[in-house]
């Protein structure tokens, strides 16, 4: 067991626990930390350094979650194997090349639900309270009334939207989420169904794409409306199962690396080197990343983004504003990698704008006016409650057998452990007001779902504590 030496500064912005995480990375990327070494425990680390055991915790629970440190009960963390050869660390010039703001966005999921259902449990609800209305109209206000951005609003835009909100957006992603890009790579769209339309006619002729399953649904019909052949890949405790990619002629990976939907999986680092590496192989190979619901992550820092690990241009990176502002506003974005930038000159390029230039500049100066980070910072509270709330009312419960995606998202997937099927709990609940949705929605046609227990996905966004109190009492019901 090697001991660390780390130094700390107290007169850097960062936190101590972010220091000590980011000091171990490096020993583990460098080589200073081999694979296989032990490290001390918590209690050692904190005294040599001379924090609190809670500051040690919270690095060592970072590094796990990213796959870099692997936790065995009763003998400690130890490194893990990231020795693979890929090279992905951006060069310094890609870093410089970006300006700094802050925050992200993650994939939307559609919002539905019946007005006479109480309860709405769905996911993918927002908290419609807690939206910072008097900031959105001011900066609506502001796009209406300043008379240079007024008289632009009469005419059409940039194809791939305005530059102002790109140059925004590119900010704060590469704050926020490692994201390297210029604002010439992004492309404005309403919605990300949208943006892979798009993506199907960038894309050189029809393609085979893998997909995790269970999965996002509406991207995966949106492949197959625009021709695209569909294999489901299966998945574990880490995400896709990159082995398990079928064979040659599939050329596409959709993941959601950093909160994969429905079961929450964070894909370690080792994993996300491996796909990667699958895509490295074979020039028509891209990744799709779909960083859905990566802004809202409850313990530890959030997960980098796939994309800003990428040195080969292999990773065509997708978000929307759906969660993180309002599913109404429509704006999502893709980051296209420098090799596609041509073709979609070429073949897109004409197309105008789906979204309008004034929700746009509404949007940009959301962002550039701090007015983004604020109102996330605030929501990460309500939702930290909410979602704390509702892991405690199941924790415990007879009938609850497991509980998925805890600590990041707006819903929770709880696997029952009950007499009745996922079909007949649904509709006992919707008899009784309250609106679910299960996991059996979320296979892909023709692939295997596992002849188990029934799971369900709770949504907490846009229900009060009273509400997720009253709805697991009544889920509770439901099942015995």
Not at 271 to 276: D, G, V
Not at 327 to 337: A, D, N
Not at 357 to 382: D, S
Request: charged letters at 25%; hydrophobic letters at 35%.
């Amino acid at each position: 067991m090697k001991e660390l030496l780390i130094e700390l500064d107290t007169h850097t912005k960062l936190s101590l626990y972010e220091q000590i995480y980011e000091a171990i990375r490096r020993m583990i990327l460098d080589g200073s930390l081999s694979c296989g070494e032990r490290l001390p425990s918590a209690r050692l680390l904190a005294s040599g350094l001379q924090i609190s055991r809670s500051t040690a915790d919270a690095a060592y629970a970072q590094l796990v979650s990213e796959g870099y440190l692997e936790a065995k009960k009763g003998s400690g963390h130890y490194v893990c194997d990231v020795s693979l050869p890929y090279h992905f660390e951006g060069s310094d010039r890609q870093r410089s090349n970006v300006s700094v703001t802050r925050y992200e966005e993650a994939g939307e999921m559609r919002q539905r639900g019946s007005s006479n259902l109480t309860y709405n449990f769905l996911p993918g609800q927002i908290d419609v309270e807690g939206f910072a209305y008097n900031a959105w109209r001011r900066c609506v206000r502001e796009a209406l009334t300043d008379l240079e951005t007024g008289r632009r609003l009469l005419s059409v835009g940039h194809p791939q939207g305005e530059y102002e909100l790109r140059r925004a957006i590119a900010a704060y992603l590469y704050q926020a989420r490692g994201v390297r890009c210029e604002p010439q790579q992004m492309i404005i769209g309403a919605g990300n169904e949208y943006l892979l339309q798009l993506l199907g006619q960038i894309l050189d002729g029809p393609r085979t794409v893998a997909m995790e399953s269970p999965t996002y649904l509406q991207a995966y019909h949106t492949f197959c409306n625009i021709g695209y052949e569909v294999k489901a890949v299966p998945m574990d405790a880490e995400g896709m199962r990159t082995e398990c990619i079928p064979d040659e002629a599939v050329t596409l990976a959709y993941v959601m690396p950093s909160h994969q939907f429905p079961l929450g999986v964070v894909m370690p680092l080792r994993r996300r080197l491996k796909l990667l590496e699958w895509a490295a192989t074979d020039p028509r190979r891209y990744i799709i990343e779909d960083d859905h619901d990566s802004e809202y992550r409850y313990k530890g820092r959030p997960i980098p983004a796939l994309q800003g690990m990428a040195q080969q241009d292999r990773v065509i990176y997708l978000g929307t504003f759906s969660n993180s502002i309002m599913p109404s506003i429509r704006v999502s974005y893709m980051v296209l990698p420098q090799s596609l930038l041509k073709a979609y000159e070429t073949t897109c390029g004409f197309y105008a704008s789906t979204v309008s230039r004034m929700q746009q500049m509404a949007v940009c100066r959301f962002l550039e006016q701090g007015y983004f980070e604020r109102h996330l910072n605030k929501m990460r509270g309500i939702y930290k409650a909410k979602h704390d709330m509702l892991l405690h009312l199941l924790k415990g419960r007879p009938w609850v057998y497991r509980i998925y995606g805890d600590h990041a998202g707006l819903h929770l997937a709880v696997e029952l452990n009950c007499a009745f099927t996922e079909d007949e709990v649904i509709a006992r609940a919707r008899a009784r007001g309250m609106q679910v949705q299960g996991m059996s929605e979320c296979y892909l046609a023709g692939a295997q779902k596992p002849d188990e227990r029934a799971i369900l996905l709770l949504g907490f966004g846009s229900l009060t504590q009273e509400q997720l109190r009253e709805g697991v009492q009544i889920l509770e019901q439901c099942v015995l």
